[in-house]
């Protein structure tokens, strides 16, 4: 049962930072990748942020040059970075996890989310 708990979520004026966290928690074998999506009003779930387990992280390019992810392998935990917020930021922003576990049968190639936070930008 892994399990991914989020913090940082929160209220914001433009232009201001927010630092968001999240660690992956049960029996892992192995994360293979770990990063954030996000899903505003009236719109699809779409990736922000992924990083992989070799350290090359993917920005969606609404966010290049102001987010940053980073990742504590030790920790299992991935952190977001968010600098020069807008008001188009404003959703909730899920964590997510690609991760193999023990199975009965063997290794089980599983993807995880949290359960959100949201981060509400105002003008």
């Known amino acids: 049962q892994v399990q991914l708990v989020e913090s940082g979520g929160g209220l914001v004026q433009a232009g201001g930072s927010l630092r968001l966290s999240c660690v992956a928690s049960?029996?892992?074998?192995?994360?293979?990748?770990m990063g954030w999506y996000r899903q505003a009003p009236g719109r699809q779930r779409e990736s922000v942020a992924v990083?992989?387990?070799?350290?090359?992280?993917n920005y969606v390019d609404s966010v290049k040059g102001r987010f940053t992810l980073s990742r504590d392998n030790a920790k299992n935990a991935v952190y977001l970075q968010m600098d020069s917020l807008k008001a188009e930021d404003t959703a909730v922003y899920y964590c997510?996890?690609?991760?193999?576990?023990?199975?009965?049968?063997?290794?089980?190639?599983?993807?995880?989310w949290g359960q959100g936070t949201l981060v509400t930008v105002s003008s």
């Open positions: 997510y996890a690609q991760v193999v576990r023990p199975g009965v049968l063997g290794d089980l190639n599983v993807v995880v």
């Open positions: 990083i992989s387990s070799g350290g090359l992280g």
């Open positions: 049960g029996t892992i074998t192995k994360i293979n990748a």
